[in-house]
């Protein structure tokens, strides 16, 4: 455990673009939600996570607010969860938001993984997905593994042209993120490969197998995010959540939700599995591991 001292996670108030994990701003009817551990590469925290939830609420609950961007200072939009920088916070109590269920730091093994996980991982995942108003994925850069499960709870995204997307965890021996909505998102045969192989798709090639909207130069990324919410802002606010609860609906009537459920058993198999044959969940993986093995940079 950790000596590095632990924040507690922040209302929405309390967001700022300084030093805060998550910063927020609103300008002409949006409201701009950034990821902000840059020398982290965005890595997901618990603190991040419930600041990040803290900002959505804050969004939702103001009338003025139409649109919602969800966006990352530095280098990368996110390099997915957070399993090895000094402020990891494994191991800190934080209420649940997402979930009724037991505080996992009194729990040990797999009762331990599985109470965090249905809390931090599907469970917020879960909930911004029913975010009643649009919310925009401004990708650029890393996103990684848990990078995924953020955008993918978006309404649609947009990435810039340097922009990569991976979900290696594979190496791990666990099958792919806990929000598993990689057959949805990608079909079948291209998740199957990219779970299989670990290796990294373009943003070229993510616009073309329909898991992105458009792809821009970096340079006009912010742009063209702005002109896009700009057209929504227009919107009447109640069509827009219909809208999107229409759409959402379509989709756990495909099978999203309950294959997902499913998916998430066998990914905690997984884990019990590393613990019991290795003695540790993750498979021996660290983060520094996991980048290595990805031929990843900075």
């Given at each position: 455990?950790s000596?590095?001292?632990?924040?507690?996670?922040?209302?929405?108030?309390?967001?700022?673009?300084?030093s805060?994990?998550?910063?927020?701003?609103v300008?002409?009817?949006?409201a701009?939600?950034?990821?902000?551990?840059?020398?982290?590469?965005?890595?997901?925290?618990?603190?991040?996570?419930?600041?990040?939830?803290a900002?959505f609420v804050?969004?939702?609950?103001?009338?003025?607010v139409?649109?919602?961007?969800l966006?990352?200072?530095?280098k990368?939009?996110?390099?997915?969860?957070?399993?090895?920088?000094?402020?990891?916070?494994?191991?800190?109590?934080y209420?649940?938001?997402?979930?009724l269920?037991?505080?996992?730091?009194?729990?040990?093994?797999?009762?331990q993984?599985?109470?965090?996980?249905?809390?931090?991982?599907?469970?917020?995942c879960?909930?911004?997905?029913?975010?009643?108003k649009?919310?925009?994925?401004?990708?650029?850069?890393?996103?990684?593994?848990?990078?995924?499960?953020?955008?993918?709870?978006?309404?649609?995204?947009?990435a810039?042209?340097?922009a990569?997307?991976?979900?290696?965890?594979?190496?791990?021996?666990?099958p792919?993120?806990?929000?598993?909505?990689?057959?949805?998102?990608?079909?079948?045969?291209r998740a199957?490969?990219?779970?299989?192989?670990?290796?990294?798709?373009?943003?070229?090639?993510?616009?073309?197998?329909?898991?992105?909207?458009?792809v821009?130069?970096?340079?006009?990324?912010?742009?063209?995010?702005?002109?896009?919410?700009?057209?929504i802002?227009?919107?009447?606010q109640?069509?827009?959540?219909l809208?999107?609860?229409?759409?959402?609906?379509?989709e756990d009537?495909?099978?999203l939700?309950t294959?997902?459920?499913?998916?998430?058993?066998?990914?905690?198999?997984?884990?019990?599995?590393?613990?019991?044959?290795?003695?540790?969940?993750?498979?021996g993986?660290?983060?520094?591991?996991?980048k290595?093995?990805?031929?990843?940079?900075s």
């Amino acid at each position: 455990m950790s000596d590095t001292p632990i924040p507690a996670p922040l209302t929405g108030d309390e967001l700022t673009s300084d030093s805060t994990p998550v910063a927020y701003e609103v300008a002409d009817g949006v409201a701009y939600v950034t990821l902000n551990r840059p020398e982290y590469r965005n890595a997901q925290n618990s603190v991040m996570t419930y600041s990040l939830d803290a900002a959505f609420v804050r969004a939702v609950d103001d009338a003025a607010v139409k649109v919602i961007v969800l966006r990352a200072n530095g280098k990368h939009f996110s390099a997915g969860h957070d399993i090895g920088t000094p402020e990891r916070d494994f191991h800190v109590r934080y209420p649940n938001t997402a979930s009724l269920y037991w505080d996992h730091t009194d729990r040990s093994g797999g009762d331990q993984r599985l109470a965090r996980e249905i809390e931090v991982y599907v469970g917020m995942c879960r909930r911004w997905r029913e975010i009643p108003k649009p919310v925009i994925a401004q990708v650029h850069g890393a996103c990684i593994a848990g990078g995924l499960m953020l955008a993918w709870i978006c309404d649609f995204i947009v990435a810039s042209d340097d922009a990569f997307f991976s979900d290696p965890v594979a190496r791990m021996g666990i099958p792919g993120v806990e929000y598993f909505a990689h057959a949805f998102v990608l079909g079948p045969r291209r998740a199957k490969e990219l779970l299989f192989t670990g290796k990294r798709f373009t943003a070229e090639q993510a616009e073309r197998w329909g898991m992105v909207n458009h792809v821009v130069p970096r340079a006009e990324l912010q742009s063209t995010v702005d002109g896009i919410a700009a057209q929504i802002v227009e919107m009447p606010q109640l069509g827009l959540a219909l809208c999107k609860k229409a759409v959402n609906i379509c989709e756990d009537q495909m099978g999203l939700r309950t294959a997902m459920d499913s998916v998430f058993g066998w990914h905690h198999f997984a884990h019990s599995a590393n613990a019991e044959s290795a003695g540790d969940s993750l498979g021996g993986m660290d983060a520094k591991s996991m980048k290595a093995s990805a031929g990843g940079d900075s």
